[in-house]
């Protein structure tokens, strides 16, 4: 029983990893723009916040959102894989 519960438990914690894969997205702020995941670039609603020129966030958005991409895809990956490799231990009885 202590097997299948464990199963279970791991197999929640993969899905858990894919949602946060898919709904932790990053955010970055300059200036006046937002730079949520690579979904939306749009103004901030305070007026008061300079106006940042395209030649100033394009590029850190562009830089920011690289290398978020790879750092998250990296660790879902890790986690999968980690997931994956203690569900067939437990399924061969190796725990």
């Keep these: 029983m202590a097997n299948e519960l464990a199963f279970i438990g791991l197999f929640l914690t993969l899905i858990g990893a894919c949602l946060l894969f898919f709904y932790g997205l990053p955010r970055k702020k300059v200036g006046n723009r937002i730079i949520w995941g690579d979904i939306a670039i749009k103004y901030a609603a305070d007026p008061n916040e300079r ?40 399924c061969l009885g190796l725990n």
């Design 51 to 90: 106006d940042a020129p395209d030649s100033e966030w394009q590029p850190i958005a562009t830089k920011f959102l690289k290398r978020a991409k790879k750092l998250n895809g990296t660790g879902f990956a890790l986690i999968a894989v980690g997931t994956l490799l203690q569900m067939v231990a437990i």
